[in-house]
């Protein structure tokens, strides 16, 4: 059973109890329902084929209708376009494509007067080559901002391995105007910051504080091991003035990794109650849980990547039983820390920590085709299109909001959008919104929009919002269902999990278990129907459907039949009772 763990000094309510109202409100993003989209591609306003603010605005009540209490913003700020965003001229700014300063505040104004808070990405490990920044660092080596960037006269021996293998060989790109060379994780068109410099860590805080004084409510880091790893980019390190002797020979200053993550916590902390810092880190748990920190200077989310990957490989097999050891495993997390739970995020579906065998078993059940891969990790593919079958669909989702955590949704999975494997790299999985038969998200040709939507049978006319908001068995009424559950309870993001053993291999059980409360759910990774005993050892023990409100009298072993990847959730008493299951 994995339980949270208290700090001895802990003044907030205990993990695996019921909330106390004032500590829910406080930790308000322990039990929030996540959606990420991309401003660009989600509504656009004035028909120019580029979503906006406006745009955005307008559908917010749709957002608000789904149950979405946070919406993570993918990067609106001016780029140069190279990486979808990501390499950005000004952090400081919004692209003028998207609208003003102006639009972002209303933008932040109307979401609060419908329950939702607002999170943006924060990406100041690196910045485009063409930034301001790096043209004039890139100018002399005796430049004021040349330290601003990591250089060397020479790469070192050992680099880190590219973040984009196939795309960029090199780590490290030598730059002909003054013959050193430069460090870039990412492309090289996105050369890194040093942020062990005192001038940059102020540009960052300045930064941070434009945001939180506009509204927003926290930050999800993007690569959070290359922003707050130390060194020089050698075996793993990064930043030339990271405790050592810098690139250009001159005394480095001892700022490691985890100074740089417990100042930005803490920057972010005393600016804003209410803020918090959701953070990519996609390693195995027992070098995940460091993230976190102790004493509350770490992260206060992270996304459950180890789970997620074996998740697919459950699927993949039609086996509850990876996925089941794998939650086993999952670490112990004080009350003020949360799991973020998901199907698939913005980029490629990861699989890279899985060994090779497994991987290319995924592979070969949801990517039988090299384009349908990316990096030799990863899918470029939504969960519908890989599954085939949208009662898997239907149940995948279910599982995502039957775990304690907080669920992330990736804007379209409501509504089982496709991909479009026409589209470069992970721009397969970043089409448009789909909201009406012909499309809904631009008034312009469907040749001028940012990006093409897919075809076939995932295409705007089989797939959209119009048509599943006026039937009630549609995959987005079966989502809202699952968030209003999910939101009635939060006890459930608060309890501790017990993965119940000796069930049929194909069902994952488990209990979400608090101290006055716990929930039963039962999920089948089967495309045949499965039938499972199940023993309650209590007197009087009673279970309730939270679907149906069937009440099933538990004082005796009974058996409950699951359709092919069928689920079913229960509200146990009492909540003590154990629970056995074959």
Not at 140 to 164: G, L
Not at 223 to 238: E, I, K, Q, T, W
Request: aromatic share 10%; charged share 25%.
């Amino acid at each position: 059973m994995t339980r949270f763990r208290i700090s001895p000094d802990q003044m907030l309510a205990g993990a695996a109890r019921a909330p106390i109202p004032i500590d829910a409100a406080d930790l308000w993003w322990r039990h929030a329902v996540f959606y990420c989209l991309d401003i660009e591609t989600f509504q656009d306003s004035d028909g120019d084929g580029i979503g906006d603010i406006p745009g955005l605005i307008s559908r917010l009540p749709y957002l608000a209708d789904l149950g979405v209490t946070c919406l993570w913003l993918m990067p609106f700020f001016p780029t140069a376009d190279r990486d979808d965003g990501y390499d950005i001229t000004d952090f400081f700014a919004v692209d003028p494509r998207f609208g003003t300063l102006g639009d972002m505040v209303e933008l932040i104004r109307v979401a609060r007067g419908h329950g939702i808070r607002i999170i943006i990405d924060f990406v100041m490990n690196h910045t485009s080559e063409r930034h301001p920044w790096f043209q004039q660092s890139r100018r002399s080596t005796d430049d004021p901002k040349r330290d601003w960037y990591v250089w060397r006269d020479e790469p070192p021996k050992n680099p880190d391995p590219p973040v984009f293998p196939g795309e960029q060989e090199s780590t490290w790109t030598r730059d002909p105007k003054t013959g050193q060379y430069y460090l870039h994780h990412f492309l090289e068109t996105q050369p890194d910051l040093n942020v062990a410099l005192p001038e940059v860590r102020r540009e960052i805080d300045k930064n941070l504080g434009l945001w939180l004084e506009l509204g927003i409510s926290g930050f999800r880091i993007d690569a959070v091991p290359f922003l707050f790893a130390s060194g020089d980019g050698d075996s793993g390190a990064r930043g030339s003035n990271a405790g050592g002797t810098g690139a250009d020979g001159t005394e480095g200053h001892p700022y490691s990794g985890s100074d740089h993550l417990a100042r930005i916590r803490g920057f972010v902390s005393r600016r804003s109650a209410e803020a918090f810092l959701l953070g990519e880190v996609n390693l195995p748990y027992d070098q995940q849980t460091a993230w976190f920190g102790q004493a509350r200077d770490g992260l206060q989310l992270q996304f459950d990547f180890p789970a997620m990957q074996q998740l697919y490989l459950s699927l993949a097999r039609g086996d509850a039983r990876p996925l089941a050891e794998m939650l086993t495993q999952r670490p112990e997390v004080d009350t003020a820390q949360q799991w973020a739970n998901f199907v698939r995020n913005h980029d490629e579906l990861t699989l890279d920590q899985l060994p090779p065998k497994e991987r290319d078993e995924v592979f070969r059940a949801f990517a039988p085709d090299e384009g349908m891969r990316l990096y030799d990790r990863g899918i470029r593919r939504r969960l519908p299109s890989m599954l085939g079958d949208e009662r898997a669909v239907r149940m995948v989702y279910a599982l995502t909001f039957a775990l304690p955590g907080a669920p992330i949704l990736f804007y379209g999975e409501e509504i089982g959008m496709g991909e479009n494997l026409d589209e470069k790299g992970r721009l397969a999985v970043r089409t448009p919104m789909q909201w009406t038969r012909t499309g809904g998200f631009s008034t312009a040709r469907r040749s001028r929009w940012r990006r093409r939507p897919p075809e076939g049978d995932y295409a705007p006319e089989r797939v959209n919002v119009e048509d599943q908001l006026a039937d009630p068995g549609s995959l987005l009424a079966h989502i809202r269902e699952v968030i209003g559950l999910y939101r009635s309870t939060p006890e459930q993001s608060w309890a501790a999990l017990e993965v119940l053993q000796g069930g049929p291999s194909e069902v994952l059980g488990h209990i979400c278990r608090g101290e006055d409360w716990a929930m039963l759910a039962l999920h089948s990774f089967s495309d045949e129907g499965t039938s499972i005993r199940v023993t309650v050892n209590a007197e009087d023990a009673v279970l309730t459907d939270r679907v149906t409100g069937e009440v099933i009298d538990a004082a005796s072993p009974f058996s409950i039949d699951l359709e092919p990847y069928g689920w079913r959730w229960f509200l146990l008493h009492p909540a003590d009772a154990t629970v056995r299951i074959r």
